[in-house]
């Protein structure tokens, strides 16, 4: 048995093995919250990668920067 799942474009209700809704078209396996979660992975990624450019170009000194953080006087 299928798991029947509200459209996220039309809300009306379709099987989740459906390749895209019966009464719209809108694809079934692209949904909004996979589209957001690949968003968040892509802005972790560019995140880390932007940081990692910094501490490069930089050569910004972590370790002390964070003993600068962690025994601020
Ligand atoms: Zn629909």
Request: charged fraction near 15%; include cysteine.
């Amino acid at each position: 048995m299928s798991v029947i799942v509200p459209c996220p474009c039309c809300n009306k209700p379709i099987s989740r093995s459906a390749a895209s809704c019966i009464t719209c078209g809108h694809p079934v396996k692209e949904t909004l919250d996979s589209r957001f979660n690949k968003k968040v992975t892509l802005i972790g990624i560019a995140l880390l990668f932007l940081l990692i450019v910094f501490v490069k170009i930089t050569n910004f000194d972590v370790p002390s920067f964070i003993k600068s953080i962690i025994f601020k006087n």
